[in-house]
């Protein structure tokens, strides 16, 4: 039965990483709409899903005390990350942006140490070490290269997300509901990205509104899938698959928007994909 679970869990989790995947490519396929405007309405989706999914969980919306800040926290990194995610993802090539998003857990081990008090152990330092190693080969420092800053930007988006999942642990342990920790989040970023979207608003076409409909669609897959995985498995049994979301961000890259990433960046996907392979397996060597 366990390995039935696993397996279940396998599957739910690259169907979620499908879904984030397929969520950067509507993104991108919306063409040049302000980032601010992208975000509000990926958002404004996902909280709709939200408000929804409280009742349906016979969940009450209140947050604990002893958990707001954390809570605080959890938005507005999630949220400035989220930001520049999308703005990445506008500029760099899809599996570029997807490969720095995925830093994520490397900076949660960092900011797991002032945040939860946790020791990493050697290997985890030598994995984070690693693993931005080969983040330069994505970002490439240099003056002429005009995706440096983009790169930057995008490996925030990483920063932000890693620092967000520290903090939606350190709530969730505290008492506060996913749900609302959801809502919290989605309506958050609404009113934060609203006056900018107003300010810079471009009228979209039936076009760009189907599109970024789909966006919305396939990150509330994403999150389904997710939530679902770990109900069957452990995060240590399951987290390497979740970068096949790069290898679908770079299929779709190259069927659809012509994009075939460059030498430099296939050997930094290969470091980080790798060195999140070897502390899969040893997190599974030490479970038994």
Same mark, same amino acid.
């Given at each position: 039965? =366990?390995? *039935?679970?696993?397996?279940?869990?396998? +599957?739910?989790?690259? @169907? %979620?990483?499908? !879904?984030?995947? #397929?969520?950067?490519?509507?993104?991108?396929?919306?063409?040049?709409?302000?980032?601010?405007?992208?975000?509000?309405?990926?958002?404004?989706?996902?909280?709709?899903?939200?408000?929804?999914?409280?009742?349906?969980?016979?969940?009450?919306?209140?947050?604990?005390?002893?958990?707001?800040?954390?809570?605080?926290?959890?938005?507005?990194?999630?949220?400035?990350?989220?930001?520049?995610?999308?703005?990445?993802?506008?500029?760099?090539?899809?599996?570029?942006?997807?490969?720095?998003?995925?830093?994520?857990?490397?900076?949660?081990?960092?900011?797991?140490?002032?945040?939860? =008090?946790? *020791?990493?152990?050697?290997?985890?330092? +030598?994995?984070?070490? @690693? %693993?931005?190693? !080969?983040?330069? #080969?994505?970002?490439?420092?240099?003056?002429?290269?005009?995706?440096?800053?983009?790169?930057?930007?995008?490996?925030?988006?990483?920063?932000?997300?890693?620092?967000?999942?520290?903090?939606?642990?350190?709530?969730?342990?505290?008492?506060?509901?996913?749900?609302?920790?959801?809502?919290?989040?989605?309506?958050?970023?609404?009113?934060?990205?609203?006056?900018?979207?107003?300010?810079?608003?471009?009228?979209?076409?039936?076009?760009?509104?189907?599109?970024?409909?789909?966006?919305?669609?396939?990150?509330?897959?994403?999150?389904?899938?997710?939530?679902?995985?770990?109900?069957?498995?452990?995060?240590?049994?399951?987290?390497?698959?979740?970068?096949?979301?790069?290898?679908?961000?770079?299929?779709?890259?190259?069927?659809?928007?012509?994009?075939?990433?460059?030498?430099?960046?296939?050997?930094?996907?290969?470091?980080?994909?790798?060195?999140?392979?070897?502390?899969?397996?040893?997190?599974?060597?030490?479970?038994?």
């Amino acid at each position: 039965m =366990k390995d *039935k679970d696993q397996i279940k869990g396998i +599957l739910c989790i690259m @169907i %979620a990483a499908a !879904g984030f995947s #397929f969520m950067t490519f509507f993104v991108r396929l919306a063409g040049d709409l302000p980032t601010m405007e992208k975000a509000f309405f990926r958002n404004a989706f996902a909280l709709v899903i939200a408000l929804i999914s409280l009742p349906v969980k016979h969940e009450r919306f209140e947050i604990p005390k002893n958990c707001r800040m954390d809570i605080f926290l959890r938005c507005l990194f999630g949220t400035t990350g989220l930001i520049g995610n999308f703005y990445a993802i506008d500029r760099l090539n899809l599996a570029d942006a997807n490969m720095l998003n995925k830093l994520s857990p490397f900076f949660a081990i960092l900011v797991s140490i002032p945040v939860l =008090k946790e *020791k990493p152990s050697r290997r985890d330092v +030598l994995a984070t070490v @690693i %693993a931005f190693i !080969g983040a330069l #080969f994505i970002i490439r420092p240099s003056v002429n290269n005009m995706e440096f800053v983009p790169s930057l930007i995008g490996l925030y988006g990483g920063f932000g997300a890693g620092t967000a999942y520290v903090f939606v642990r350190n709530a969730t342990g505290k008492g506060a509901k996913t749900p609302v920790i959801v809502i919290c989040f989605s309506l958050f970023s609404c009113l934060l990205t609203l006056p900018f979207m107003i300010w810079h608003f471009v009228p979209m076409s039936p076009l760009q509104w189907l599109i970024m409909s789909m966006a919305g669609l396939s990150a509330a897959v994403g999150q389904f899938g997710i939530t679902t995985a770990y109900k069957y498995a452990p995060a240590k049994k399951l987290s390497v698959f979740d970068y096949t979301q790069v290898i679908f961000a770079a299929l779709w890259g190259m069927l659809f928007l012509g994009e075939m990433p460059v030498p430099l960046s296939i050997v930094g996907y290969v470091i980080i994909i790798g060195v999140a392979f070897i502390r899969w397996q040893l997190a599974r060597k030490d479970s038994t």
